[in-house]
């Protein structure tokens, strides 16, 4: 390889390590989280999802769950749609500093 091959490879080559070590790598290992902590959940387990609906697993399915919100009250969910929430419940729940309780 000429010197003038490698002048023009060696940014791209380092464009692409860091685009692989800064970008891509990360994501992967949060995908891989992801995933394994949705084929962890089961029966019992409190989960919140993406719409801030907090429950109690009552049945899982492949691509879907039953959430127990309340005594008497079950809804479908998609299960991709779920994380798990340790220790916290709806009374947790507050608004972000500033923001305005009485603002519709």
Do not use: N
Request: glycine share 10%; proline share 5%.
């Amino acid at each position: 390889m000429s010197p003038e091959t490698l002048g023009t490879l060696g940014p791209i080559v380092v464009m692409v390590a860091i685009f692989y070590f800064l970008l891509y790598r990360p994501q992967k290992k949060q995908q891989s989280r992801r995933r394994a902590m949705l084929d962890s959940l089961k029966k019992g387990d409190q989960v919140i999802t993406i719409g801030g609906i907090y429950g109690t697993i009552e049945e899982i399915g492949d691509k879907s769950l039953k959430l127990k919100i309340s005594d008497g009250f079950v809804i479908d969910a998609a299960r991709e749609k779920a994380r798990r929430e340790e220790g916290a419940s709806p009374e947790d729940a507050h608004l972000p500093q500033g923001a305005d309780e009485g603002a519709a």
